[in-house]
């Protein structure tokens, strides 16, 4: 359920919304939970300029650049006492995910931060994978909604609060 809103007018503005954010991200994280945010909205509605900027506040280090035509990049940031996050970004707009190795990776040990953009390309097996697992990893659904060249709509809500 998309239940909060913000509206963005600046990059200025994105970068508040997502440090503050990336702090709801290290809490949740912090208790225990996988956190996977399944990103949709239009093209160049700034679905990849949001995980950008959430990986910078998120302190990740490399160079987070969009895995448009590889599905999927892999990073990772700490929080608390240098507990490491594996942080996957994958772009399925041209890409099938393959449900296998998707699986491989939903079971690693380490603690799990999923970007997805073009999340609306998951095929019901995957979400309820997602739902399988709602004691481990929490979904957050987040919807970016173009308003006009400067303007963005942000709507976002927990799947399995």
Known sequence: M???EVKISSLEDLDLFTKNF????KELLSSGKDLAVLFKGGMAAGKTT???SLARALNVTETVASPSFVGI???SFEIDD???I???HLDLYQVNLNLEAFFELMNREEKLFFAI???EKLSDEVLAMFTQKKDHIQVLDLAIEKLSDS???IRYGYRNS
């Open 151 to 153: 303007e963005r709509l």
């Open 22 to 25: 990336a702090d709801e991200v």
């Open 82 to 84: 240098h507990e490491l």
């Open 86 to 88: 594996v942080f996957y």
């Open 50 to 52: 949001c995980v950008k």
């Open 2 to 4: 998309l239940n909060q």
């Open 117 to 119: 953009e073009w999340s």
């Open 73 to 75: 990049h892999e990073y």
